[in-house]
């Protein structure tokens, strides 16, 4: 269970990466505004606001994939608990997203299915 849930955790660094590049980097390009339904006038507008917000996700990024590759390494404690705050960060920022527009579900739902289960994986692998 443990490898699984450093896989899943990978797997959400990985998204929120690709998250990181759309809003920090791609924000006002045609597919981009079409994936987060904004239109060129609001890409526009948004676009610093976007950029930060993409470096948290960066960060959170950084945060879940190290801490598992600092587990597979051996550096069990530290790598866990950079896991567990990337990934458990991950799940709230979901939750915010979909807590505050319920026609965001869908994207919260991205954001939140990986982390969540890297955070079942990873607490069922600690119990036993």
């Known amino acids: 269970m443990l490898v699984a849930g450093l896989v ?14 759309l809003e920090s980097f791609r924000w006002t390009a045609p ?4 994936t987060f339904g904004t239109s060129a006038e609001q890409a526009q507008e948004t676009r610093q ?5 993409g470096f948290y996700n960066l960060f959170l990024a950084v945060a879940a994939i190290v801490g598992a590759v600092l587990v597979l390494a051996g550096t069990v404690t530290v790598g866990t608990t950079l896991a567990v705050t990337g990934t458990g960060s991950m799940v709230l920022a979901g939750l915010v997203l979909v807590s505050s527009d319920r ?3 869908r994207a919260a739902l ?3 299915l990986a982390p969540a289960l890297a955070l079942i994986a990873l607490l069922v692998a600690h119990l036993t």
């Open 8 to 21: 899943l955790a990978m797997v959400a660094g990985l998204i929120h990466l690709y998250i990181f590049v």
């Open 110 to 112: 991205v954001q939140v």
């Open 103 to 105: 026609t965001k579900l």
């Open 49 to 53: 606001l976007a950029y930060n917000q």
């Open 31 to 34: 597919a981009t505004r079409a």
